[in-house]
Every structure is written in structure tokens, then in C-alpha cells.
């Protein structure tokens, strides 16, 4: 599958970039900032904004996608979008640069957003998921005994209205009924949380369900492998 770079092309930018840890930009309502793709710094270092992901240029409307295995979907041609996003050292890392840290089970509920942003298409999919234990609160919004997650994929129509299904990078979307430990960032705008960072952001505690389809670890991410590890050591210990 060819990966989704016309909106490079299009938009005459470099490099798109989304899930860099830390705060959504009060001004921008959640909105986010440019973040390159390096390793995130570990001990005192100030937060980073929080990057929401910039989506293909132009999809005409949402296509609703048909849940399959490992949370990849059906009967749609897919597409990977490329952006730059944080790299996490550690659950520390990762954890400092994050609203909330928490454990949660995805249910059934999922809702597709597709919306205009600086004359981009901005997309992902609100998935609702009941939470189970918290690390760390957020001081913007409390968690709830259920909460809503924007992850970072979302099915729309090209511009021939055929149904495209959209990831970007290599995030793989929660299965209902699964366990995941989520670092996430507020956005205030949809009054839902973010996945930071992208896959960074979103450890299954099923081993099985790690790059089960197209995503995480699956070509020897030692990097993806390790967070993980500090991750489970740190809060399931």
C-alpha cells in the first residue's frame, strides 16, 4: 500500500507533525503546534504542546469504517498518512509530557470526525472507553469513570467518493473490549482527550494486540518495544 504523501505535495510543506507530549495551546482551543520527530528529553524539561494530526488534503465526507481484526477495518482501501511526532524514552518521558496517564478498556462507541483546520482536513475517531485505573489526573479536565479518546485514524471519502481508511503512521486503533495503558492530552476544543504522540501514546496490555495489523512494533521497533517495557514496569508492577 502506497503511503499517503500528496498532502505534502499539495500543501508545498516538508513535514507534517502531530502528538508532541505535553499541553494543548490554550489560545488555539486545544489546537496544535509544530513538533519535529526527536527523541523527548527526560528530567526537568518544560512540556511541549500537544499536536493534533494534519489529514489528507480534501477528503469529501466521513465513510464509516467496518471494525476487523486487531482494529483494522474492512472493505477500505488504506492509506498512511506520514507526520512527525515525539519519540518517548521512557514512561517517565512519556508520562511528563502528558495531560493524564491512564488504564482503560475501549468499548463499541466510536464516533468519526472529519473537519477543515487552516484549509486542512483534520480527522480522527472518538472512541469511548471506561477507565479502570488512573496514574496521573489532569488538571484541565478530571477523569471520569469513562472517558472520550481521539484516536488517531478516521475513515472519509477521496475526492472519486471512494471510502478510504486513514492511519497515521503506524497507530493501531483500540479493540473493543481490550485493555490499553493511554498517555493523553486535553483538547478542549472537542472536549475529549488525545493519544499523544501517536503509538507512543498507546500500549495494549494484550502482548497479541501489538502491530497485529500495520502498526507499533512490527518491523524490529526496538525503540517501540522498550517504552512498552518501561511502561508495564512502571504502572502494572
Known amino acids: ?15 507534517l507533525s502531530l502528538g508532541l507530549g505535553g499541553c494543548a495551546n490554550p489560545d488555539s482551543g486545544g489546537a496544535p503546534e509544530a513538533a519535529s520527530e526527536t527523541p523527548a528529553a527526560s528530567g526537568g524539561q518544560a512540556k511541549e504542546e500537544a499536536n493534533k494530526p494534519a489529514a ?10 467496518t471494525e476487523g481484526a486487531a482494529g483494522k477495518t474492512e472493505s477500505l482501501r488504506e492509506e498512511k498518512i506520514e507526520v512527525g511526532h515525539a519519540v518517548f524514552l521512557t514512561a517517565d518521558d512519556a508520562e511528563e509530557q502528558s495531560d493524564a496517564v491512564v488504564r482503560v478498556t475501549a468499548t463499541a462507541d466510536r464516533e468519526t470526525v472529519v473537519e477543515e483546520d487552516a484549509g486542512e482536513t483534520i480527522g480522527s475517531t472518538i472512541t469511548r472507553a471506561k477507565v479502570s485505573k488512573i496514574y496521573k489526573d489532569s488538571d484541565k479536565q478530571a477523569i471520569g469513570g469513562e472517558i472520550a479518546v481521539m484516536e488517531p485514524y478516521y475513515a ?3 475526492d ?46 494484550d502482548s497479541s ?3 497485529a495489523a500495520s502498526g507499533q512494533a512490527g518491523d ?12 508495564l514496569e512502571k504502572y502494572m508492577n
Open 1 to 15: 500500500m502506497q503511503k499517503k504523501s500528496m498532502i505534502l505535495a499539495l500543501s508545498g510543506v516538508l513535514t
Open 56 to 65: 489528507p488534503a480534501q477528503p469529501a465526507e466521513s465513510a464509516e469504517p
Open 156 to 158: 472519509a471519502k477521496d
Open 160 to 205: 472519486n467518493n471512494d471510502p478510504v481508511q486513514y492511519y497515521y503512521e503506524e497507530y493501531v486503533p483500540m479493540r473493543e473490549g481490550k485493555e490499553y495503558i493511554l498517555f493523553l492530552v486535553w483538547d478542549e476544543t472537542h472536549q475529549a482527550y488525545w493519544v499523544n504522540a501517536l503509538e507512543q501514546g498507546e500500549h495494549p496490555l
Open 209 to 211: 494486540e501489538i502491530r
Open 220 to 231: 524490529g521497533d526496538e525503540q517501540y518495544l522498550a517504552l512498552r517495557k518501561s511502561v
